[in-house]
């Protein structure tokens, strides 16, 4: 059974970071993408970033292009959110996501494991 449980959100000012983690278990970590979305009130879950599955290749939505960086450590099955320059708009709920291929995908019909999501609020 696959679990993925995030952890690292709060409440921080405007131009604040957080880092996110997420920590996976329940298949083998290092043959698969993950990826980040998040979900604001009111609005559909919308992609944020991805990773393949050795970490050499990562994608990015353009509204967070420049300020978040997506990592991961195979070795802790471990996947990681840095989050910088935050903005108000940032502020949603935050989930960890693994995808049923190796490679870089945006779609969430790419990805077949959700963790519970994390709250994170960005105050102006």
């Known amino acids: 059974q696959v679990q993925l449980v995030e952890s690292g959100g709060g409440l921080v000012q405007a131009g604040g970071s957080l880092r996110l983690s997420c920590a996976a278990s329940?298949?083998?970590?290092?043959?698969?993408?993950m990826g980040w979305f998040r979900q604001a009130p009111g609005k559909e879950r919308e992609f944020v970033a991805a990773?393949?599955?050795?970490?050499?290749?990562?994608d990015y939505a353009d509204s967070v292009k420049g300020r978040f960086t997506i990592s991961r450590a195979n070795a802790r099955n471990m996947v990681y959110l840095q989050m910088n320059s935050l903005k108000p708009e940032d502020t949603a709920v935050y989930y960890c996501?693994?995808?049923?291929?190796?490679?870089?995908?945006?779609?969430?019909?790419?990805?077949?494991?959700w963790g519970q999501g994390t709250q994170v609020t960005v105050s102006s």
């Open positions: 329940g298949r083998t970590f290092s043959n698969y993408a």
């Open positions: 996501a693994g995808a049923y291929s190796a490679f870089l995908v945006r779609s969430r019909d790419g990805f077949g494991y």
């Open positions: 990773i393949n599955w050795s970490g050499s290749t990562t």
